[in-house]
């Protein structure tokens, strides 16, 4: 098993490379990058004064359009344009760029946001508990409700039960999360009906003031509505997984004998088709985890204004602030991969009889 993880663990260095090889190509091709929009904002700065005083004094000298590689430099002198791409690291060549960027993060150095006053670093954790609050809970009470619930479904296969669970979590996961985030707050935070929860960020504005109890009511307040939010679009997969998985299992010839040998039906779904079945459920935990911790909340992020990694994601892309883009999808394919090896190894610790390690000979 060792020598199965430390594959593994190699394994997630050209992994890496290859994923951040092909957004860096996909980045280049991409307009608009950070020197083009501070020549974009001079540029924009000196029109606005030379409508106002025809000419700024002492303002930069015309140039050609033939001495800016860039579009819009036009009016720019070409030492502040070579000065402007010094400063965001683009006197250089792409490659020589790539490979000085995965030397910095071979060393843990994510570099600094272009347009943030912070490190990358310091951006992700100041972002990290909104992010870590949704996705934790989130992840937790999904799987606290679905697998109850999709064994519950396949005990009581093609009852009344079922089919009107069945139901309703057809009808959950037909609504997006982010749809069903404005019925919470029309119905929930005041919209149109009542006023329960609040609408926007994690804590109150007298959150320093209150008690420890009280602190933690209303952190637990704040987040009951993001929340239900992300639960109901995701919960139904899980459900019906958790169901077929345990259908499966119970019609296999094992159960049979279990049964027949007297045993009761409680101790035949505990005691032996509940280890089997979840072993699909234990290989879905970490896609899951790492797609509502990361992904899956953006849109909830923006509808309860939480600023957490989705949103700082999102905006880093559309403002192309490169360190924030990169250091972010390095950390995150990082975190993913590893997750995706502890669950591999949750593998084992439910069920013994599986050896990786022999697999791969």
């Given at each position: 098993?060792?020598?199965?993880?430390?594959?593994?663990?190699?394994?997630?260095?050209?992994?890496?490379?290859?994923?951040?090889?092909?957004?860096?190509?996909?980045?280049?091709?991409?307009?608009?990058?950070?020197?083009?929009?501070?020549?974009?904002?001079?540029?924009?700065?000196?029109?606005?004064?030379?409508?106002?005083?025809?000419?700024?004094?002492?303002?930069?000298?015309?140039?050609?359009?033939?001495?800016?590689?860039?579009?819009?430099?036009?009016?720019?002198?070409?030492?502040?344009?070579?000065?402007?791409?010094?400063?965001?690291?683009?006197?250089?060549?792409?490659?020589?760029?790539?490979?000085?960027?995965?030397?910095?993060?071979?060393?843990?150095?994510?570099?600094?946001?272009?347009?943030?006053?912070?490190?990358?670093?310091?951006?992700?954790?100041?972002?990290?508990?909104?992010?870590?609050?949704?996705?934790?809970?989130?992840?937790?009470?999904?799987?606290?409700?679905?697998?109850?619930?999709?064994?519950?479904?396949?005990?009581?296969?093609?009852s009344a039960f079922d089919?009107?669970?069945?139901?309703?979590?057809?009808?959950?996961?037909?609504?997006?999360?982010?749809?069903?985030?404005?019925?919470?707050?029309?119905?929930?935070?005041?919209?149109?009906?009542?006023?329960?929860?609040?609408?926007?960020?994690?804590?109150?504005?007298?959150?320093?003031?209150?008690?420890?109890?009280?602190?933690?009511?209303?952190?637990?307040?704040?987040?009951v509505l993001p929340v239900?939010?992300?639960?109901?679009?995701?919960?139904?997969?899980?459900?019906?997984?958790?169901?077929?998985?345990?259908?499966?299992?119970?019609?296999?010839?094992?159960?049979?004998?279990?049964?027949?040998?007297?045993?009761?039906?409680?101790?035949?779904?505990?005691?032996?088709?509940?280890?089997?079945?979840?072993?699909?459920?234990?290989?879905?935990?970490?896609?899951?985890?790492?797609?509502?911790?990361?992904?899956?909340?953006?849109?909830?992020?923006?509808?309860?204004?939480?600023?957490?990694?989705?949103?700082?994601?999102?905006?880093?892309?559309?403002?192309?602030?490169?360190?924030?883009?990169?250091?972010?999808?390095?950390?995150?394919?990082?975190?993913?991969?590893?997750?995706?090896?502890?669950?591999?190894?949750?593998?084992?610790?439910?069920?013994?009889?599986?050896?990786?390690?022999?697999?791969?000979?």
């Amino acid at each position: 098993m060792l020598a199965y993880i430390l594959r593994r663990l190699l394994l997630i260095i050209p992994t890496l490379f290859g994923i951040l090889l092909i957004n860096f190509l996909i980045i280049q091709a991409a307009p608009g990058g950070p020197v083009e929009q501070m020549i974009a904002k001079l540029e924009g700065f000196d029109a606005a004064a030379g409508g106002a005083t025809g000419r700024v004094s002492g303002g930069a000298a015309e140039v050609s359009s033939a001495s800016s590689s860039y579009r819009g430099g036009q009016g720019l002198d070409p030492e502040l344009v070579a000065e402007i791409e010094r400063m965001y690291g683009f006197d250089k060549p792409a490659s020589e760029r790539f490979w000085q960027m995965l030397g910095n993060y071979a060393r843990l150095d994510f570099g600094s946001s272009f347009f943030r006053d912070a490190s990358v670093l310091e951006l992700i954790a100041e972002k990290l508990p909104v992010s870590i609050s949704l996705g934790l809970w989130s992840t937790l009470i999904m799987y606290l409700v679905s697998i109850p619930l999709g064994i519950a479904k396949a005990v009581r296969h093609g009852s009344a039960f079922d089919v009107w669970t069945s139901s309703a979590i057809i009808i959950g996961y037909a609504i997006p999360a982010f749809l069903f985030a404005i019925l919470l707050i029309v119905v929930f935070a005041g919209g149109s009906y009542l006023d329960w929860f609040p609408l926007r960020g994690l804590t109150s504005n007298d959150f320093d003031e209150l008690s420890t109890g009280g602190k933690i009511l209303d952190y637990l307040w704040h987040l009951v509505l993001p929340v239900t939010a992300l639960v109901i679009g995701n919960f139904a997969t899980l459900t019906l997984l958790t169901k077929n998985s345990f259908l499966d299992e119970i019609n296999k010839q094992y159960v049979v004998t279990a049964r027949a040998k007297g045993l009761s039906e409680k101790r035949v779904l505990y005691g032996h088709v509940f280890r089997n079945a979840m072993l699909i459920i234990i290989a879905g935990f970490p896609s899951a985890f790492i797609g509502i911790f990361f992904t899956g909340s953006l849109l909830i992020e923006v509808i309860f204004s939480l600023d957490g990694l989705g949103l700082l994601s999102f905006e880093s892309a559309l403002n192309r602030d490169y360190p924030v883009v990169f250091g972010s999808l390095f950390i995150f394919t990082l975190l993913g991969l590893l997750v995706k090896l502890i669950g591999d190894l949750t593998y084992t610790l439910v069920d013994p009889r599986i050896d990786f390690a022999s697999r791969e000979q």
